[in-house]
């Protein structure tokens, strides 16, 4: 039975594998795991492929999916989680900033301590202050959200049991927020554990602004998703009633004031002079299209089935 599954995502990081995989082999070697490494080359222009190739002919270990196109770390990790088949499946980024010497100990608090995910806090980092101060700011907003009291949602470094990857799925750059899905998937034992940020020693940083602004996009997309994927009549309906209710009672209101004002020969002007008539037009239809958008979802989720749609080009040691 293999004990810990490897997930790496690798994107332009040829440089830095050998010693890597070096590295991993050495530690669980001196541990006596047994284990699987899952390289996840995410389209990497240079000899990353390649690279991988050599390495899992030497090393029986050494597993691989190569992606036609880069699809992003989410995608990475998704395909990994699949494939993996540890009792532990850890993963960490590819670039020698993540210590293997990490491994034993997030095992252990997996499956001693009985956590269902364990996430690495780069208490001490080697980034530059531009990298730091948006990791904070995001750190802090989605542990307000999350109400999880973890200080580095974004940490590479992270371990799971095997059913907890096995039940979520992820896309886009939600790989940030996967203690938050497994947390909303039932799976609440979650716990954090300081870990060593090594600095950079290959190739540049792929952080950018873009991912920081992607980052909080998909933070509003995975909450409204989690919350609202298998009821959205719970939320499109609850608003197309209160957006119909406020411009039924606004007509009528209306209609009201007319008939009081021509009973006691009052001046009042036409109904349909007044710009309340038309707020209540819009109301009652924005109402009635939410409300059919909540029940056409409802449709859509009781017949759809969930699947992966990335185009693997290449596997290797990998059963199907």
């Not at 530690?27 to 006596?32: L, P, R, S």
């Not at 909540?294 to 990335?310: H, L, Q, R, V």
């Amino acid at each position: 039975m293999i004990q810990i599954s490897v997930i790496i995502p690798v994107f332009n990081e040829e440089e830095s594998l050998p010693e890597l995989i070096e590295w991993i082999s050495r530690v669980m070697q001196e541990n006596g795991y047994n284990y699987e490494v899952i390289f996840i080359n995410d389209g990497s222009s240079d000899r990353s492929w390649d690279v991988i190739k050599k390495l899992s002919k030497e090393n029986g270990h050494i597993k691989g999916v190569g992606f036609s196109r880069n699809y992003g770390k989410s995608a990475a990790l998704d395909i990994g989680f699949v494939k993996a088949k540890g009792e532990v499946v850890i993963t960490m980024d590819a670039d020698l900033q993540d210590s293997p010497d990490e491994i034993p100990g997030l095992y252990q608090m997996v499956k001693e301590n009985d956590y269902d995910v364990v996430s690495g806090w780069k208490k001490k980092r080697f980034d530059p202050i531009t990298k730091t101060i948006p990791s904070r700011l995001f750190n802090g907003v989605t542990r307000k959200i999350s109400g999880i009291q973890l200080h580095d949602f974004n940490c590479g470094l992270k371990a799971y049991k095997n059913k907890v990857v096995k039940q979520i799925h992820i896309y886009g750059e939600m790989h940030r927020y996967i203690p938050l899905i497994a947390k909303w998937n039932g799976f609440t034992k979650i716990g954090e554990k300081v870990v060593e940020h090594r600095a950079r020693k290959f190739g540049v940083t792929k952080f950018g602004i873009e991912r920081f602004i992607n980052g909080f996009l998909d933070l509003i997309s995975v909450s409204f998703v989690n919350r609202y994927k298998k009821k959205p009549m719970h939320f499109f309906g609850t608003l197309g009633s209160l957006s119909f209710l406020s411009g039924f009672l606004i007509t009528v209101w209306l209609v009201f004031e007319k008939i009081y004002a021509l009973k006691n020969g009052l001046y009042v002007r036409e109904i349909t002079d007044q710009p309340l008539f038309f707020m209540a037009i819009v109301a009652l239809i924005v109402g009635v299209q939410l409300f059919l958008t909540g029940f056409m979802a409802e449709m859509m989720i009781s017949s759809k089935s969930e699947g992966n749609d990335y185009n693997i080009e290449e596997e290797l040691n990998l059963e199907s």
